[in-house]
Nanobody, 122 residues
Framework: QVQLVESGGGLVQAGGSLRLSCAAS????????MAWFRQAPGKEREFVAA???????YYVDSMKGRFTISRDSARNTVYLQMNSLKPEDTAVYYC????????????????WGQGTQVTVSS
């Protein structure tokens, strides 16, 4: 089992920044690919970014350049730095993990955090 706990969400004005954190416990952190998904009200959960154990990174094209995913193996934590936030980035952001292979599909992720709310005001 892997436990994931997100933090760092909140209310920010358009153009602002937030950094989300996801602390992992329970298994060897480096064995897992880590990802961020988000879900806005009335919409399906969508892929945001992922990082493998060897630190290969994957992004949705629309967020590339604004969002950066990283991981700190010493702290068993994955981060999502979000810059130039827009009102359409408002959603609950979820951290997820899985073993090989990497994926952008939420149905393939084994473990999920409880989510953290990000609200961007215009």
């Amino acid at each position: 089992q892997v436990q994931l706990v997100e933090s760092g969400g909140g209310l920010v004005q358009a153009g602002g920044s937030l950094r989300l954190s996801c602390a992992a416990s329970g298994r060897t952190f480096s064995d897992y690919h880590m990802a961020w998904f988000r879900q806005a009200p009335g919409k399906e959960r969508e892929f945001v970014a992922a990082i493998t154990g060897s630190e290969s990174r994957y992004y949705v094209d629309s967020m590339k350049g604004r969002f950066t995913i990283s991981r700190d193996s010493a702290r068993n934590t994955v981060y999502l730095q979000m810059n130039s936030l827009k009102p359409e980035d408002t959603a609950v952001y979820y951290c997820a993990s899985k073993t090989n292979p990497p994926s952008t599909r939420y149905g393939e992720y084994e473990y999920w955090g409880q989510g953290t709310q990000v609200t961007v005001s215009s």
